[in-house]
């Protein structure tokens, strides 16, 4: 068992290493925190009518359109190696 459990954490600190090194371990709460806080914000101003609505009757807000739509701009742009 302590030899699965040494490869299991050979594993994920390999992971955390090219997240670290690739940059997405900083852009990925970057990412979250952000879309979170516009909506919020936008919410705040007033932005609460509804962009679609799905087959089940959920609603989608135009504040959640929106920050989604920025948020992955703002990720799919930002430089990476190639």
Same mark, same amino acid.
């Given at each position: 068992?302590?030899?699965?459990?040494?490869?299991?954490?050979?594993?994920?600190?390999?992971?955390?290493?090219?997240?670290?090194?690739?940059?997405f371990?900083?852009?990925?709460?970057?990412?979250?925190?952000?879309? !979170?806080?516009?909506?919020?914000?936008?919410?705040a101003?007033?932005?609460?009518?509804?962009?679609?609505?799905?087959?089940?009757?959920?609603?989608?807000?135009?504040?959640?359109?929106?920050?989604? !739509?920025?948020?992955?701009?703002?990720?799919?742009?930002?430089?990476?190696?190639?």
């Open positions: 068992m302590p030899i699965i459990a040494g490869i299991a954490l050979l594993i994920a600190i390999y992971i955390l290493y090219k997240l670290f090194v690739d940059g371990l900083f852009k990925i709460p970057i990412f979250f925190a952000g879309w !979170i806080g516009m909506i919020i914000i936008l919410k101003l007033g932005v609460r009518g509804v962009a679609f609505t799905l087959d089940g009757g959920t609603q989608i807000g135009i504040a959640t359109v929106i920050s989604t !739509i920025i948020c992955l701009g703002a990720l799919l742009t930002t430089r990476v190696k190639e």
